[in-house]
């Protein structure tokens, strides 16, 4: 049931884009996307429902979709503070319940 | 994210000690679910709860584990006879749960086990 994220990690320089990817093998009905800092709470980036959605913020967005049930965040143009480990956490299913199964994670380390 | 409360953020028990962990859900938010994170790994779900009522524990060990949410005060995961295997980050997270929305997770508590 967990989803599988792609790559495992990155490691950019500042200005760089990176995209990563999160593929279930179950239906979804949204897809949530966290980044924590090491020893940190995990921070709300965005939820993309079933439908095949794009959605942004600042420099980041994401994409959802539905049929082959994957979503990918786009990072683009990286800055220092985008270090951290990204998780795509998955609703299965047909409706919401909140509970959400997290990848593995994909650590982003952003150099200068 | 800050208005979800947990504590204590560290906690040391001893083998065959009970912990019990706390969680505050933000102002007007009912819904709560648990997730246990070990070093270096991803978020794990243990348990989803509303006021009362739980929802959904279907990722909780089926011994030495209980949560509660009571109609007053916070949340409780309560694992009792800890092992150093319950070493771990324990999140809390909540959200209103009327449609989908995010949940905004507290900072953890660390269980150490020794």
């Known amino acids: 049931q967990q989803p599988v994220q792609s790559p495992q990690a990155v490691i950019l320089r500042e200005g760089e884009d990176a995209v990563i990817n999160c593929s279930s093998s179950?239906?979804?009905?949204?897809v949530h996307w966290y980044r924590q800092k090491h020893g940190e709470a995990p921070v709300f980036l965005m939820i993309?429902?079933?439908?095949?959605e794009q959605k942004g913020h600042e420099k980041i967005s994401a994409s959802f979709n539905e049929k082959k049930q994957q979503s990918s965040l786009y990072l683009t143009a990286s800055q220092l503070s985008y270090s951290g480990t990204y998780f795509c956490?998955?609703?299965?299913?047909?409706?919401?319940?909140?509970?959400?199964?997290f990848g593995q994670g994909t650590t982003l380390q952003v150099k200068p | 994210n800050a208005g979800v409360m947990q504590n204590p953020r560290h906690l040391v028990r001893r083998r065959g000690q009970e912990a019990r962990l706390r969680c505050s859900p933000m102002k007007g938010h009912s819904h709560v679910y648990w997730y246990r994170q070990l070093p270096e790994e991803g978020l794990k779900f243990m348990v989803y709860l509303q006021k009362e009522n739980i929802i959904d524990e279907s990722g909780m060990p089926k011994e030495r584990f209980s949560a509660e949410f009571p109609k007053e005060g916070p949340s409780i995961l309560r694992i009792q006879q800890v092992v150093r295997g319950d070493s771990a980050a324990y999140f809390c997270?909540?959200?209103?749960?009327?449609?989908?929305?995010?949940?905004?997770f507290g900072q953890g508590t660390r269980l150490t086990v020794v």
């Open positions: 179950k239906a979804l009905y949204s």
């Open positions: 956490g998955t609703e299965i299913g047909s409706s919401n319940t909140g509970k959400l199964i």
């Open positions: 993309l429902l079933k439908g095949g």
């Open positions: 997270a909540s959200s209103p749960g009327s449609a989908v929305g995010e949940a905004f």
